[in-house]
């Protein structure tokens, strides 16, 4: 598969972060050095900060992590919300932390460390990253590794044996099948919700009341209907208009405040 | 030839007897032959060839067949040449030796293939351990949403999806392809080291 058709590179310490824009697809990957998500650089903080994995000083190491976003701010780049989400983490259990823990009598395991669950993921994800570069390994070896060459059979070869005339033959049927396809009538879509809306919103400044049933009755279709239906529910939400009806099985008239 | 010399003269036409002189003439392969046999067999073969559908075309016994493997291994590494026999993806296959890779790809003048990214190279290994996985369960272990390196995955046929898991959201499971095992030279799932051993190797 072909990809990277641009790579814009620049330092952060001594790791390489760098964009990387497939051609496939309209995302663009940042790509932090050798960070694969947040997890990812926790783990690079705490082994830089020389730090055990198993009594993280939480307090430290969520003033690198932001530090590393703020970087990533000034540097413009829109942040991916998982980085944010364990920011967010760290800062709660370091909140955590400053809170006095209740002693009790009960034994010390009872008191659950806040950290606990942060660490569980961190040795999870870290066995995983193993896992990972094992595959990469073995990956690499199986490169070097070649079976024969393909053998012609009958399912792989893609040349054919026919005469000019199958291929008239095919080509008329080709042919016949593209006027086919002219005479299809292309349908406009309906309407769609946004449209609606705006549409509707339109008819309340211009008409102030707006007999409902009236509305509905100009609907062309039942998608249409369903949509004006969504559309005054929605209506009725977010802007200042309400529902009014004098009397049950009345008319309902949808009205400026 | 001899046996089949053996039916045509054997003037009844029976059923029963016509049926003895094939297996009489099945018997009649030495296990040397055998070896040359699934040899040439495994040699045409596309994909890593099982000891079950060798056993089904030669109309052997698995035991036999896999005793015969065992011999055309050996012969293979005696002579130590430039082609290896090995088990991979539940089959047996011919391929050459990863010493002469250099030579190989010089005269095949093709480069390695991109190297999954790391991104999906995780994914690839929650996937493995965790098969059959879905979308959230990747991204409780990995803490990132993991949507372009599934479909990286998918498109190198590396993973597979398995239906749908009945809980809340009715996410895609995904699993391990054929693919998979063969681009990682693995004989089956089980040969994948113990997920819980990597702990002692990092810490």
Redesign the interface.
């Not at chain 1, 040795?123 to 990469?136: C, I, N, T």
């Not at chain 1, 990956?139 to 070649?146: C, H, K, L, M, R």
């Not at chain 2, 390695?112 to 991104?119: D, E, T």
């Given at each position: 598969?072909e990809?990277s058709t641009e790579q814009l590179t620049f330092d952060f310490f001594t790791e390489k972060p760098h964009i990387v824009a497939t051609s496939s697809?309209d995302?663009i990957?940042l790509?932090l050095g050798?960070f694969?998500?947040?997890?990812d650089l926790l783990l690079f903080l705490i082994k830089q900060e020389q730090a055990n994995?198993f009594d993280i000083p939480i307090a430290r190491i969520a003033n690198e992590y932001l530090k590393y976003i703020r970087l990533m701010k000034s540097l413009d780049i829109a942040l991916?919300?998982?980085l944010l989400?364990?920011a967010a983490t760290l800062i709660e259990i370091k909140s955590k932390m400053l809170l006095p823990r209740e002693i009790s009598d009960e034994t010390e395991e009872g008191i659950e460390d806040p950290r606990r669950e942060l660490v569980d993921?961190l040795?999870?994800?870290?066995?995983?990253?193993?896992?990972?570069?094992?595959?990469?390994t073995?990956?690499?070896?199986?490169?070097?590794?070649?079976?024969?060459g393909?053998?012609e059979t009958d399912e792989n070869n893609t040349e054919v044996n026919v005469s000019v005339f199958d291929l008239l033959n095919v080509f008329q049927k080709i042919i016949a099948r593209q006027t086919e396809e002219i005479q299809i009538e292309i349908q406009r879509e309906e309407m769609s919700l946004s449209e609606m809306i705006k549409n509707l919103k339109r008819r309340i400044l211009q008409t102030k009341q707006l007999n409902l049933l009236e509305f509905f009755r100009e609907m062309q279709s039942k998608t249409e209907l369903v949509l004006a239906f969504i559309a005054v529910l929605e209506i009725v939400r977010t802007e200042s208009v309400k529902l009014l009806q004098d009397k049950t099985f009345g008319v309902i008239i949808l009205s400026k405040v | 030839m001899k046996n089949k010399f053996r039916i045509y003269h054997s003037e009844s036409l029976c059923g029963e007897k016509f049926m003895d002189s094939e297996i009489e003439e099945k018997k009649a392969r030495s296990i040397a032959e055998l070896v040359s046999i699934i040899e040439a067999l495994i040699?045409?073969a596309?994909e890593p060839l099982s000891i079950k559908i060798l056993a089904d075309v030669l109309e052997e016994e698995k035991e036999i067949i896999q005793s015969a493997i065992e011999e055309l291994s050996k012969e293979y590494e005696e002579r130590d040449g430039g082609l290896?026999l090995r088990e991979i993806a539940g089959g047996w296959?011919?391929?050459?030796?990863?010493k002469f890779?250099a030579e190989?790809r010089a005269f095949?003048k093709t480069r390695?293939?991109?190297?999954?990214?790391?991104?999906a190279?995780?994914t690839?290994?929650?996937i493995?351990?965790k098969q059959p996985a879905t979308v959230p369960e990747i991204l409780?272990?990995?803490?990132?949403?993991s949507a372009?390196a599934i479909?990286?995955l998918l498109?190198?046929r590396l993973i597979v999806a398995r239906g749908r898991k009945e809980t809340v959201g009715r996410p895609m499971q995904y699993g391990t392809s054929k693919d998979f095992l063969i681009?990682?030279?693995?004989k089956d799932l089980s040969e994948?080291?113990s997920?819980?051993d990597?702990?002692d190797?990092?810490?």
């Open positions: 598969m990809q697809t995302e990957n790509e050798a694969a998500g947040p997890l994995i991916a919300g998982d989400v364990m993921r040795l999870e994800y870290e066995r995983f990253k193993s896992a990972a570069q094992m595959l990469y073995r990956s690499t070896i199986e490169q070097a590794v070649f079976p024969r393909q053998i | 040699f045409v596309d290896q296959q011919i391929s050459t030796r990863t890779h190989i095949l390695p293939s991109a190297k999954l990214s790391l991104a190279l995780e690839l290994a929650v493995a351990y409780e272990i990995r803490g990132v949403q372009s479909k990286t498109d190198k681009q990682f030279g693995l994948l080291p997920i819980e990597f702990e190797l990092v810490h």
